[in-house]
Structure formats: structure tokens, C-alpha cells
């Protein structure tokens, strides 16, 4: 009876303690928020969506965020300290220009006050931007500034066609994020400057920086000139030796390693 009971308790205890250490990683809704036609005529969401299993979603690599036991959340409004309250690990990918958005929600200084002292009590910052073309970088930097980063107006690794994978090939080695990774694909992606504590992460074939690395008081920040690990490139379409499914898993191990002892910095 007495072995029952204990049983029952740590039962119970296991799955009270598995909701307490459950981590939330948010997906902006709010800086991009793209709309297409369906067929019959309406207004629908897509682009960098978890729930979006196209080519253009995160479908993937939010599988992969709960394979690892985190729970997934959108956030589709301005982010401040009450709506980040809970959330481990902030995405933001691709900041809407007006070209993709009529009524595009720039980031205002505000928002990147608000997300940094959000990452310096412990969060971790993933923004992903874009090729200059297709992404809205002057309010995304007022972000990216804060953790000695910049977004530059150029183009990266660009990538003709299908033909061509090789153009956008990173090759990785002994790399603090991307441990199991060894070559990933990269294509039209901006290149980062970087100041302060921020450190490149992952170089374009020219040697800039394409991803970079920053601590930022008790959290990390990691910025990519790409939106990268969507669809279309971890489910298996590109040519093999390319490690981009490795990849998705391996920064989102870090990610949620970073939020709970011990952190790998």
C-alpha cells in the first residue's frame, strides 16, 4: 500500500514538475503578418507560421521546438513585459515592409526596449531577417542595435536556382550553436555587422557574418540575415550533405538549453 502511494505521489509530482519546467517559445505575429488570396477570394495568413505546413511555414522546425517538451505560442500584437511573461525563446522573422504589408507594424523603440530588457532577465532572442528586397530593416535594427548587431542593405549567398545549391553552402566547424551540423544552406541572406559583445556565428563563402551571437545581460540573442530553417528547407528537398534539418534541431537545443541550468554559453 505504502509502495502504491508513493508511486501515485511521484506520478503526480512528475507531471505537475513537467508543466512547471514546460517552456513557451513565441512566434511574432505582429511585425510580420502577410496575407495572400485563397481561391475563393479571402484574405488568409501565411509566411513563417507554425501552423502553416507549406513550403513558406515553420511547421518543421515547431515540431522539432516539441519534440524537445516546449510548448509553442504566437504573439500577435506589440510585444511588452506582460505578453513575454512566460515565454523562454522570442522569434521574430522577416518585419513586414509595405510591399508585403499595406499597413505594416514597424518596430518602434518601445518594442526594442521592451524585448531587451526582456532578454536581459533571461530570455533568448532569435531574429531572423532577410535579403534587403524582401524585408523591412531600418526599424528591425533599432532591435538589432541594442545587442551591438546590424542588419545590412545587401545580399549574401545568393542562390540563380536549383542548379546552383552549392552558392549558398555554410560550412560548420566547432561551432557553440551548431554542434552536429557541418553544412547548412543559406541563400540571398544579409550580411550582419557587429560590435560590442556580438560574435559571428556563421560566415557567407565572401567571410562576413550572415548569423551572429551575443549575450545580453542574463539572456543571448542570435540573429540571421534569413528567415533559413522554414519548410521549404528542412523537409528533406535539398540535396543531400546538406544539413539543414541537423540545424534546425541543434539551435533549437541551444535555445532551450540557455533557459534552464546548466547554460551553455
Known sequence: MKRRLLFIVLFVYSIVAGKV????????????????????????????????????????WGG?????????????????????????VYIIVDPDSKEENPNPNYIQQADADNIAQWVKAGGVLIMMANDSANVELNHFNLLAAKFGMHFNNDMQSHVIDDAHFD???????????????????????????????????????????????????EGAVIAI???????????????????????????????LSWCKPPRKK
Open 167 to 217: 552558392d549558398g553552402a555554410v560550412w560548420i566547424n566547432n561551432n557553440p550553436v551548431f554542434k552536429t551540423s557541418k553544412k547548412a544552406f543559406i541563400k540571398d541572406a544579409c550580411s550582419i555587422g557587429l560590435s560590442g559583445q556580438a560574435k559571428p556565428l556563421l560566415k557567407a563563402a565572401s567571410g562576413t557574418a550572415i548569423a551572429a551571437i551575443a549575450q545580453y545581460g
Open 64 to 88: 522539432i521546438f516539441k519534440s524537445k517538451g516546449a510548448t509553442l505560442n504566437s504573439l500577435e500584437t506589440a510585444p511588452t513585459s506582460a505578453n513575454l511573461k512566460g515565454t523562454s
Open 21 to 60: 519546467m514546460a517552456q513557451t517559445v513565441t512566434l511574432d505575429y505582429y511585425f510580420n503578418h502577410e496575407t495572400h488570396k485563397t481561391k475563393s477570394g479571402q484574405a488568409e495568413r501565411f509566411h513563417y507560421l507554425w501552423e502553416d505546413t507549406a513550403n513558406s511555414g515553420f511547421s518543421v
Open 225 to 255: 540575415g534569413d528567415p533559413w530553417l522554414y519548410n521549404e528547407y528542412v523537409n528533406g528537398r535539398l540535396p543531400a550533405g546538406f544539413d539543414n534539418d541537423k540545424a534546425a534541431t541543434d539551435l533549437a537545443d541551444y535555445a
